[in-house]
């Protein structure tokens, strides 16, 4: 039994020494980077990654009936055929699906220093905070992604539009 152990051991070191040395290997300008201090962020400078725009911003269903009461833009990030059928009362329409379509026009229309809150399908769904990456590389700069989306608006009793109506 004890020697059973040992050999186990032995042949987890032998499988950590070998991961650690593959590990090593394929990533030994990482690593030299690292000890000598030369390590930049792929993305760009610190101060682009921490930017206030660099990420949208996720709110609370209070924020989002705060921004719409102070002027700002709710944007459905689901399908046209969704939006049609309901969303939140306000809301304008950027399909992500659509997006290429669609993005320039909505460029044209909405201001670059504009509050803007998008949102799809609820949790899970990750079109609202893709819609909000492309915004922001776009130039917007406060966009904000509410994650619970339409599903959570709708169950607050909140107000809703669209043909379902």
Known sequence: MLRDLKRIALEACVLIAFGS???????????????????????????????????????????????????GLIVDARSTELYVLEHIEGAVSLPMVEIDAKLSEFLGRVARNRVIITYCSGFGCPDSFDLGMTLINSGYLDIRVFEGGFPEWRDAGLPISGESQ
Do not use: C, W, Y
């Open 21 to 71: 040395l593959f590990g090593l290997t394929l990533n030994h300008r990482l690593v030299m980077d690292a000890f000598s201090g030369r390590l930049v962020s792929p993305q760009g400078t610190i101060e682009e990654v921490n930017s206030p725009a660099a990420l949208p911003r996720p709110v609370l269903i209070d924020e989002v009936q705060q921004v719409m009461a102070s002027g």
